[in-house]
Structure formats: C-alpha cells, structure tokens
C-alpha cells in the first residue's frame, strides 16, 4: 500500500493541519480512500462520507482540528443507526443526536466518519466480523475490535471504544496499536449502549504511544497534568498466574526501561476475580437490555440470550455475594497501587490466537489481566513494547501517561 496522509499519526496529522500543510479535507478523502482500500478487514458498519465532508469544510480551530475519527458502534452518532453489532437492532433508525462523548469531539475538531464494529453488544473478547490488519489469521481482539482494525489499517488516526473488561486495550494488544481508557466516570455514557453499569468506561485507540497524550486531553477536555513516578509496581507469578513467556518478556523489558525502584504486589490471584466478574456483568447486562427491549427480542445471538436466561435464574443472594466480593478485591488492588505509582503487567496471558477460536475458548486469557482494572476504578493503557502488549495502570490518567512517556520517549 503506497504512502498517504492517512498513514500520519495523530499528532503528525494535527500538527500538519495546524501549519496549514495540509486541509482537513484533504486528510479526510485519504482516509476515505483508505477505508474503501481496506474493506476486507470489516471494521466500519458504516461510513458517512457526506457528513464528514461536510464538516471538514468548517473545521474548528480546536486540539482536534479537522481529524476524522471512528466511533464504536455502541455510541449514539447523529444521522447513523446505533446496532450494537446485533441482528435484533437490525431495523433500528438513525440517532437523532449525538452522544455527549461524539458532541465533544466534534467540538474539539474532530469529525467522525462511521460506525466500527463490535462483538455484540459488546459483550465478548473478540469480534468475529473483523480481520486483523497487521496480524492476519490473528483475533483483532473485542469488543472494540472494530476500532482497533480502523486505526491499524490506517484508516483513521484515532477511534473511539468502550470497555467493560478489557475491551479497548485486548484488541490494542491485538492489533499492535495503542488504547486508553480513562477511569469509570471520568468521561459521560449518555448516549452509550449499557453493559455493566458498574464496569463500563470510554477510551480511545491510537497508533503510537505519542498519540494519548493528545487523544485524551482532547477527549477528556482535561488540561495535561505533572505527575511524577515514584514507583513501578509488578505483580508476583502467584497473582499474575500462567502467562507465556513472550508476554511476560514485553512487561519485564518495560518495568527495566522505566528505571524506577520496583516493588512486587501480592493479592489475590486474578484468576479468581473473573468468576465472581461474570456473575456481576451477566446480571447488570441482563437488567440493562431488559430495560431497552433487548431482552427478550428476537434476533439476540444465542449466547447472549443464555448468559440472560442463566442470570434470571441466578438467586440475589449470590449476587450480592458476588458484587461484594468483588468490590473488595477491587478496592485492595487501587489501595495497592498508590499516588505516583504505575502497575505494570502484561496486558494480554497469551499471543493474539488464531481468529477462528469462539470467543469463549480465549475469553479467560484474553480478559484475565485487563479486566481486574475495571474493577479497582484504575486508568489503563497498553502499548506494544517490541511488537507485544503491555500495561500500565494507576490512579489517574496523567500517572498512566507519564509512565508510558517516561518509557517511550
């Protein structure tokens, strides 16, 4: 594939606009043509052309001035139907507004392009429809996997995803790319298809570590803060449990090249987090697409419909037993991994698998070491180190940045 403006990163792409190197319109027809190049991956459900058009001939002077981005299609775009990757939204219409996430980054400059695909109702590890970019025969990782192919095709500088238990940062690692996701709360779920109320979160996907920075602060309105990094944080084998030895390779190689005291975390093994994790999920998915008419509905995959129809069976008590006991695992893991500290720990248990694997042979060691940062109300990134993902987490953003600046600078 020959060079083109799409192939700029983000910040090459907003500096270039800046200068007046280049207009939005002209990034926007090469990405454009990049998507129509790269159909094979499936990663767009739709493409409003004519809308992005239309806005990038009055671009805001804004952090985002004249960017197109993807936007998951979980999220409400104005215009365009919000299916959530399911047959039983088939029929669904246009959103007659944008989310306040989408409304945010129109305002900051950027201009959406289309819908990327999704697991359904982001309910998954993978994304079945989808074709890695850079990793063929490989998963491109879910939910967001969509977002993930969009931005490692080049098809997009940056693209928007959600995240209940990994479903930003998996398909970064998948993809070779990079993901954030800021702490629950931090950015609005107006407009947002629910999944688990109390896990869901917003992030984004960019192609180089240099890029968050700026696709954050852009999206969170936030002005960059100073963190300074004390100390990097590992977990012990008995907590990180069977992990292959190139991932863990990856993560020893960037707790090395951050150069700070280290000091290793011994909690409760995070295997054991994901049992009492489903239960909680598979109950607040339940009463979240209850509430919208999803369920029952026809058109619902089957296993959807069974992981409902198990957890209408599930007794409240087991449950709240389960919701508890999670909390509490959550809140060791943020008391564990105080102010200026930044965990690090492979972000994936494995390599990509083959992209054949059903979702529920891979879920357990693609979700396993992501997920637990959900729950701990951590911000989280991943970025590949030598070809092969890596996290970082801790209290807040700013912390997580300056970690993978320190790293990659």
């Known amino acids: 594939m020959s060079a083109s403006l799409a192939d700029l990163s983000l910040r090459e792409s907003v500096a270039r606009l800046r200068l007046g190197e280049i207009t939005p319109a002209e990034l926007l027809e090469a990405c454009l043509e990049r998507i129509d190049a790269t159909q094979e991956s499936c990663a767009f459900v739709a493409v409003d052309a004519d809308g992005a058009r239309r806005q990038a001939r009055e671009p805001q002077p804004a952090p985002l001035h004249g960017v197109p981005v993807a936007i998951k299609d979980l999220v409400d775009v104005a215009g365009l139907p919000t299916r959530g990757g399911t047959r039983a939204l088939d029929d669904a219409g246009a959103a007659r507004v944008d989310a306040t996430v989408v409304a945010d980054l129109r305002a900051r400059g950027a201009i959406p392009v289309g819908k990327t695909a999704t697991h359904e109702l ?3 590890v993978t994304t079945p429809a989808v074709r890695n970019p850079r990793f ?10 969509g977002s993930a192919a969009a931005v490692a095709a080049g098809a997009v500088p940056v693209a928007l995803g959600t995240d209940t ?18 702490r629950r709360g931090r950015l609005p779920m107006d407009g947002v298809m629910a999944n688990s109320h ?9 192609r180089e570590p240099g890029d968050l920075p700026l696709a954050w602060h852009a999206l969170s309105g936030a002005p960059p803060g100073d ?10 084998p008995h907590m990180l449990g069977r ?3 190139s991932q863990l390779a990856a993560a020893a190689a960037a707790v090395e090249g951050l150069d700070l005291p280290v000091r290793e975390l011994l909690l409760e093994p995070l295997r054991d987090w994901a049992p009492l994790r489903a239960i909680v999920i598979d109950d607040e998915s339940l ?14 995959g089957e296993a959807i419909a069974e992981a409902h129809a198990h957890a209408e069976r599930r007794p409240s008590d087991e449950v709240d037993a389960a ?11 943020y008391e564990a991994v105080g102010e200026g500290c930044v965990l690090v720990l492979p972000a994936l248990a494995m390599a990509p698998p083959p992209r054949e694997l059903p979702d529920g042979q891979v879920i357990g060691r693609l979700s396993r070491l992501v997920a637990p940062m959900n729950i701990a109300r951590l911000a989280s990134a991943v970025v590949p180190i030598g070809g092969t993902g890596v996290q970082f987490a801790g209290r807040d953003e700013d912390t997580v940045l300056a970690a993978v600046a320190r790293l990659t600078a």
């Open 122 to 124: 982001g309910s998954g």
């Open 323 to 333: 919701r508890a006991r999670l909390a509490g695992l959550g809140g060791e893991l």
């Open 165 to 182: 238990a990994g479903s930003v940062r998996i398909p970064a690692a998948c993809c070779g790319i990079c993901g954030l996701i800021g």
């Open 136 to 145: 063929p025969g490989r998963t491109a990782g879910g939910s967001s996997g």
């Open 227 to 236: 963190r300074t990094l004390s100390t990097v944080l590992v977990c012990s």
């Open 198 to 206: 109390s896990l869901d979160t917003l992030g984004m996907l960019v």
């Open 243 to 245: 992990v292959d030895d």
């Open 287 to 300: 009463h979240a697409h209850r509430q919208v008419g999803l369920y029952p509905a026809d058109g619902l």
